[in-house]
């Protein structure tokens, strides 16, 4: 008897084909990526509860899992590059084997066709690294460009930087040093035909992967987290690139990232082999990373890598993790954090490596290796919780774990992701943040089919976890950025007439808010925004009427709790003594107007001296920048003057948004200042900290 597969949530189709495997990827700020011959496309997912009612892309599949999609378009010029070799005498000067040798070489002769160089792949980095405080998106070609991506506030995308573009003039500025030296004279090939191999297999890009976000404060310290009320340090994340040559470049992009200057080579080594098939960064502890590449030889290496104090880079020496030659190409990988474990694809088997880091060296406790139900070639990896999900070319997709008790073992599971009995391929798999979601690409396998091969490129979604394990998450302490696929799915299932899970309910409760944490309080608010939204849908009558306005109270109420937890924080962290602009006095005396407003009983003693010492009675009220007119505080959401101009309120300071355009949040849609120059750096903490009311990102 066959096992039920998990509930799908989603299906899109695509006429445009798979170019490369591993081709789609999911974000930590939710988006999903998938790479085909016509574009990247980018799925958002709708996590918050603006938008409520949006549809799927595929109009066939009625639910708001997805909410939008956008394309990034094929680059309109075939990437090609000037390495100093005149082409037109090299070809005449040529044998026939060696003539025949640079015609089928794509890389060396790529196809002028621009609509035949696809997207192999794309990548996306931590959360954070744009200046609206997403991902940036790395995408590759088939004939090599790498370009890095961002999002816009018009929801399109806007090209950082062409680092295959700057790659090139670096390298051409210091006459192709780091890839001259390498070049073997003594064997009899063309001198000029090698030297056109090595400088262009230099500038071609064959695979990517990003670090985690380092972040360097005053004492030349690393940290990995962004620190509220402080002074913001310099941030920066590498992206590891390995080009065809075996050379390695690790890009240095300074946060945000927003345009080309952001992008240095911080630096560049060979590894000693040609033709490397997958990269992979392992994060280790504090300012250390693992770099694992692998070949299409078989054999897989390490290297050590040091972030100095200043955003530099220290590369350790090699380590060897698989040394024989055995032509199964290690295509992917994963690395298991807690496990400290590398799990590699080679070609259909899995291949395991227990790392140990011991001051700069890699050390190898244990080694093994596995053959799952699999018989075809492993497409694609993920890491998931405690599992890796491991898609194949027969139709399979198998969740790994690892053993460490005794000795090192691999242990495999068919996730029975589909009931189809049509034979399929996969092109790659990933998983939402909290493992929630599953995402798969898949094509009919019959090509020789002329029925079959024309049929669309398929993008299904699944649900992965129950529903008591969804509750789970969102029930625990974790910041609500870091449960948006909890919420997605949340969402998703409330659009379809189910009620907010019994679990959920006792968030609902008023009387036990005062006992909340805020993560708990921020949940609760979440819960009954979607309740609003879900009676807005209704038709009205003076029974659901009531029940909306009621909910609205409770929110209402609900907000003001957060928002006293806010201002008490933020009024006793604010140094007065360091306000000298206006803009920034303005702020603490719009949360002194709010707790003489709405909370009389928070703080008298501290918004009496903040009275004092900011002491330009001209100050004491915003004005309107339209008529110049007093904005009393009457409500947390909005201000208005006296002749009707109405603003919303900054869900950061509590000051009108009278700058356009405003910052939005990401999750639940609420406006934020924009970040003005202040010579606090307090204030500057306030204006980067995460939404009031949610914690989602300021974008």
């Not at 063309?190 to 992967?209: C, E, F, I, M, P």
């Not at 590498?238 to 080579?265: D, E, N, Q, Y």
């Not at 990933?430 to 091969?453: H, L, M, V, W």
């Not at 001296?609 to 330009?616: D, E, H, L, N, T």
Request: proline letters at 3%; aromatic letters at 8%; one cysteine or more.
């Amino acid at each position: 008897m066959a096992c039920p597969s998990y509930p799908a949530a989603a299906s899109l189709d695509w006429t445009d084909n798979i170019c490369h495997n591993s081709a789609l990827v999911w974000s930590e700020d939710n988006r999903i990526a998938v790479s085909t011959e016509g574009g990247v496309y980018i799925l958002d997912i709708a996590s918050g509860v603006k938008n409520y009612t949006s549809q799927l892309v595929d109009s066939s599949v009625s639910t708001g899992l997805i909410k939008k999609q956008q394309v990034i378009p094929l680059p309109s010029n075939v990437c090609t590059f000037d390495v100093g070799v005149n082409r037109e005498k090299l070809e005449k000067s040529l044998k026939r084997d060696e003539s025949c040798r640079l015609v089928i070489d794509k890389t060396l002769t790529p196809n002028t066709d621009v609509k035949n160089n696809g997207y192999r792949l794309a990548r996306w980095s931590p959360v954070g690294a744009d200046a609206r405080g997403s991902c940036v998106l790395a995408t590759l070609t088939l004939d090599h460009r790498l370009c890095l991506w961002a999002s816009t506030t018009l929801h399109k995308w806007k090209e950082i930087a062409d680092l295959s573009d700057q790659l090139f003039e670096e390298m051409k500025n210091d006459e192709f040093k780091h890839t001259d030296a390498f070049i073997n004279t003594d064997d009899g090939e063309n001198v000029q035909l090698k030297t056109l191999r090595h400088r262009t297999y230099a500038l071609s890009a064959v695979g990517l992967d990003w670090s985690r976000i380092y972040s360097t404060d005053q004492s030349g310290k690393h940290t990995s987290r962004w620190k509220k009320l402080k002074v913001p340090s310099p941030k920066c994340v590498f992206l590891v690139v390995v080009m065809k040559s075996g050379h390695i470049v690790l890009w240095r992009i300074t946060l945000p990232a927003s345009m080309r200057s952001h992008c240095s080579v911080a630096k560049i080594f060979h590894t000693g082999e040609e033709y490397p098939a997958s990269v992979h960064w392992c994060d280790g502890k504090n300012d250390e990373g693992v770099l694992v590449i692998g070949f299409k030889s078989g054999i897989v290496k390490a290297y050590m890598v040091n972030i100095t104090p200043e955003g530099t880079t220290v590369v350790g020496p090699e380590q060897l993790l698989w040394a024989e030659n055995d032509k199964l190409s290690a295509n992917h990988m994963c690395w298991m954090q807690k496990e400290q474990v590398v799990l590699v694809a080679k070609e259909a088997f899995l291949v395991a490596f227990q790392l140990e880091l011991v001051e700069t060296s890699i050390v190898i406790k244990q080694t093994t290796h596995c053959c799952g139900d699999n018989r075809l070639n492993i497409t694609g990896m993920c890491h998931s919780q405690s599992r890796v999900l491991v898609s194949s070319a027969d139709g399979l997709i198998q969740a790994a774990t690892v053993d460490k008790k005794l000795d090192l073992r691999i242990k495999t599971e068919v996730v029975p992701v589909s009931n189809s009995k049509e034979p399929v391929t996969y092109h790659g798999v990933c998983t939402s943040e909290n493992g929630i979601f599953a995402a798969y690409i898949q094509r009919p396998a019959k090509y020789f089919d002329n029925y079959t091969k024309f049929r669309p490129t398929q993008m299904k979604v699944v649900t992965m976890k129950s529903l008591h394990d969804i509750c789970g998450i969102i029930l625990n302490e974790k910041e609500i950025t870091n449960k948006c696929d909890a919420f997605a799915y949340l969402k998703f299932i409330h659009n379809s007439d189910h009620p907010i899970p019994e679990a959920l309910q006792r968030m609902l409760n008023k009387d036990l808010w005062e006992d909340f944490s805020d993560s708990e309080l921020r949940t609760a608010r979440f819960l009954l925004t979607l309740e609003i939204a879900w009676k807005n849908k209704e038709k009205g009558d003076d029974v659901v009427t009531n029940s909306a306005n009621r909910i609205q109270k409770d929110l209402t109420s609900l907000d003001m709790l957060i928002l006293k937890q806010h201002v008490w924080t933020w009024t006793r962290t604010l140094n007065v003594l360091m306000f000298s602009n206006k803009r920034d006095r303005n702020v603490l005396h719009t949360m002194c107007d709010w707790c003489s407003t709405f909370d009389s009983e928070t703080l008298p003693d501290l918004v009496s001296q903040i009275r004092v010492k900011c002491s330009q009675p001209e100050e004491s009220m915003e004005r309107c920048q339209i008529c110049e007119e007093d904005i009393p505080f009457k409500s947390i959401y909005n201000g208005c003057c006296k002749n009707g101009h109405t603003f919303s309120r900054c869900c950061l300071t509590l000051t009108t948004c009278q700058d356009m355009p405003p910052r939005r949040c990401s999750i639940c849609d609420a406006v934020a200042a924009t970040q003005q120059e202040t010579d606090s750096p307090t204030m500057q903490g306030l204006l980067q900290s995460n939404c009031t009311w949610c914690g989602g990102n300021i974008m």
